[in-house]
């Protein structure tokens, strides 16, 4: 789902609109995106990580201090042509489903739904 310039991506749920009102509040955010349990995380319309939960950790390997502000999102998504396709499905769909290939730190690639 993309909220004005920020894309968000969460394994095995959907983001409620409500998040866009918090938009700004980051330690209220992050407190919202940990409590869901599941991975979450949401870059900029440059890749540029911006939001990564506890969860996203877990099952990437980068902790959110290395994530945020610094990991492009053309990493996990195995470079920018990949990025540039799920973006275009997130715009003409509003929405992407289906199992994703992502990269783990460390380089290897994991299937995610």
Same mark, same amino acid.
């Given at each position: 789902?993309?909220?004005?310039?920020?894309?968000?991506?969460?394994?095995?749920?959907?983001?409620?609109?409500?998040?866009?009102?918090?938009?700004? *509040?980051?330690?209220?955010?992050?407190?919202?995106?940990?409590?869901?349990? +599941?991975?979450?995380?949401?870059?900029?319309?440059?890749?540029?990580?911006?939001?990564?939960?506890?969860?996203?950790? +877990?099952?990437?390997?980068?902790? @959110?201090?290395?994530?945020?502000? !610094?990991?492009?999102?053309?990493?996990?998504?195995?470079?920018?042509?990949?990025?540039?396709?799920?973006?275009?499905? *997130?715009? +003409? @769909?509003?929405?992407?489903?289906?199992?994703?290939?992502?990269?783990? !730190?460390?380089?290897?690639?994991?299937?995610?739904?």
């Amino acid at each position: 789902m993309c909220v004005a310039e920020t894309c968000w991506f969460i394994a095995g749920q959907d983001l409620p609109g409500a998040v866009a009102a918090a938009r700004g *509040l980051q330690p209220v955010l992050d407190t919202l995106i940990d409590s869901l349990g +599941a991975a979450v995380w949401s870059f900029d319309r440059n890749g540029l990580v911006l939001t990564w939960s506890r969860a996203a950790e +877990a099952q990437f390997g980068w902790t @959110r201090e290395e994530a945020e502000g !610094k990991l492009r999102a053309e990493a996990l998504f195995g470079g920018a042509e990949t990025l540039t396709e799920l973006l275009r499905e *997130l715009e +003409a @769909r509003g929405q992407v489903s289906g199992e994703r290939v992502l990269t783990v !730190k460390g380089g290897a690639r994991r299937a995610f739904e």
